[in-house]
């Protein structure tokens, strides 16, 4: 199983470009998540989402988009790139069906708005 | 809300001895989970040990134990025999279990463990 997926890697954007961070998961989980995380800082839950076609906001949605229109895939976009959105995001999923709670996480995206 | 705190933002340990990193957490649900994630320097979130609130006894996972005080709300990890591959940044997180709700987690803010040889 590959679990989590995200591409890219890494990414420089120039201020008002626009990006979508792909995230696919292969676990056939029904929740999913998107968090940031600044330099010295916890992750912060920016959109998550609890099956297809259901999405909701989290702490810090301003300035980000997400869709989810199968299991597997959660997308985040960023519109409007804003230096204050340089960050590392990642993407996580977990099932709901078994008491677990556990997240499994993606390898994360290193975002530069410059 | 909830909230979580790591008071330790760096600690140091040399290899082989023992360590304990703190954690304490501000929550008026009664059932939830408490996790460590592990993240080296590869930026990987790798899930450590996990505590539900209801169990009282004390997770174990090899080298890695946690003290769990429901009633000060506290969730110390410790690590014994501490090797190289230890060293990376801890961070402490919780989750209301709350069955049909998404709800992630809400994670500290992390304490960097370094491992002197």
């Known amino acids: 199983n590959a679990g989590v997926t995200q591409t890219p890697k890494f990414r420089i954007l120039k201020i008002g470009q626009s990006m979508t961070l792909q995230c696919t998961q292969d676990m056939n989980h029904n929740y999913m998540y998107w968090y940031r995380q600044d330099p010295g800082m916890g992750l912060k839950l920016i959109y998550y989402s609890v099956g297809a076609g259901i999405t909701d906001k989290g702490e810090v949605p301003n300035g980000y988009n997400v869709s989810r229109s199968t299991t597997e895939d959660f997308p985040l976009r960023l519109e409007l790139a804003a230096p204050s959105q340089t960050s590392v995001y990642f993407c996580?999923?977990?099932?709901?069906?078994?008491?677990?709670?556990?997240?499994?996480f993606g390898e994360g995206s290193r975002l530069t708005v410059l | 809300a909830q909230t979580v705190t790591q008071s330790q933002p760096e600690m140091s340990v040399q290899e082989a001895e023992t360590v304990t990193l703190s954690c304490t957490y501000d929550t008026s649900e009664s059932d939830y989970y408490l996790f460590w994630y592990k993240q080296p320097p590869s930026r990987q979130m790798i899930l450590v040990i996990r505590q539900e609130a209801y169990k009282q006894q004390n997770a174990t996972e090899n080298r890695f134990s946690v003290n769990f005080q429901k009633a000060a709300k506290s969730f110390s990890l410790k690590i014994s025999d501490s090797q190289l591959g230890d060293a990376a940044m801890y961070f402490c997180?919780?989750?209301?279990?709350?069955?049909?709700?998404?709800?992630?987690?809400?994670f500290g803010k992390g304490t960097h463990l370094i491992i002197q040889p």
């Open positions: 997180a919780y989750r209301i279990y709350s069955g049909g709700g998404a709800d992630g987690l809400t």
């Open positions: 996580a999923s977990s099932f709901e069906g078994a008491r677990t709670g556990e997240l499994f």
